[in-house]
């Protein structure tokens, strides 16, 4: 839309007089843009967008500089990869139809639902799409649910504190602050800080556990086949309190693959295989492990909170001689806390099904925050 002429509206001059151009931009796009009559030959995403998102958005998806908007909201850059691969449609798709509101952004981004058709809507998001042309930044959609044990393939920006609570036979109480960052566009750099509590008999004690650092690297990603490939190798060192049961002793090298698939129906496979390596052969044997997650996201009320159950197979063997295969199952439910969907939580058993003898059930449960998109006690 390259004119703005102003129309009557319905609210008469006074909406034209106030604060002049914020709510001239709102209103324009909704009463310029009438829903297409049936039959009529469907508009381009370029006209879509032009129609409905240039006024604010810009012609190159930048925004247009805010002294001409006359609001102070910045509009994102849609150019910047970054920013822009990270949420999948369903999540923008939200944003268009039902407004900024509906992910607890600024309701100067209006609601399309009744100016659109979800075709359009559709087509406009698809436009916004091409301005980040950078494959290299894998999609939002790739992003799965965290499972409680399984890594994931995705590089992400996220702090996850996971608690874990062994109620029988020597309780404990095991936390773990998982810090990862992204780096670029495919590689992420995290620190796994332990810190546990546990009923030692003559009383509680508590310490530091083994911390990590990991470097994760996604080799391969493809959002039409819905699939991501990602290589992880991980450091653990000994700063745990060995004789308190909180640390090894020695250092761990854990090189690991990760797998993710999206299925038919917003169901989902995850899958992460690796070895344990200990840097002393005498104190510890070599372990491989590998844990298979599938899923399925729903969404309430469309674009609402989003639940997703899932159910993990965890395996694990020492690699010497005729040592016994382990495994374990763990039912789970993740979902979306914060209206901006940035923070989660997820609650489920681990429940041993193999070799059961000494191997107890564990609740675990974990608090996750997504710090990019938001602080800690906003988009709610
Ligand atoms: C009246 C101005 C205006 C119009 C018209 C407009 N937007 Fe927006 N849009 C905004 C503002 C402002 C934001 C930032 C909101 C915030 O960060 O709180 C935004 C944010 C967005 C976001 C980003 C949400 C996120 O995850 O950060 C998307 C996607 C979007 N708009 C798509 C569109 C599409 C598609 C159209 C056309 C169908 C459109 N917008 C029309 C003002 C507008």
Redesign the pocket.
Known sequence: MTSTTPRRSRFGAAVIAVPPLALL??WV?LAAVPRQGPGAPARTPEQ??RA??L???GPHGTGVPQPTLG?D????DFTDCSFATR?PDA??LA??SDG?PA?A??K???A?RDA?TPEE?RA??TY?RGFCADEAWPRGELNLPRPLVTEKAFPEDEAVLTTAVTPEGGTSVANKLVYEKRLGARSQVEIVVPYGFRDSGAGWVNGIGDVAFGFKRSLYHDHRKGSIFSVTGEVVLPTGDEKDGFGKGYTVFEPFVTFGQILPGDAFLQFQGGVEIPSDSRKADKEAFWRTTFGRSFSQNVYGRTWSPMVEFLGFRELEGNRPTYWDVVPQMQVTLSTRQHIMANVGVRVPVSHRGGRRTQLIFYLLWDWFDGPLAGGW
Do not use: K, Q
Not at 73 to 76: I, L, N
């Open positions: 931009l709102l796009p879509v967008y409905a998102c006024n604010c958005h609001f909201v910045p509009v994102p949420e999540d923008w944003v268009v900024g992910r952004f600024s100067l981004m209006p399309f659109l809507m406009a998001l916004v």
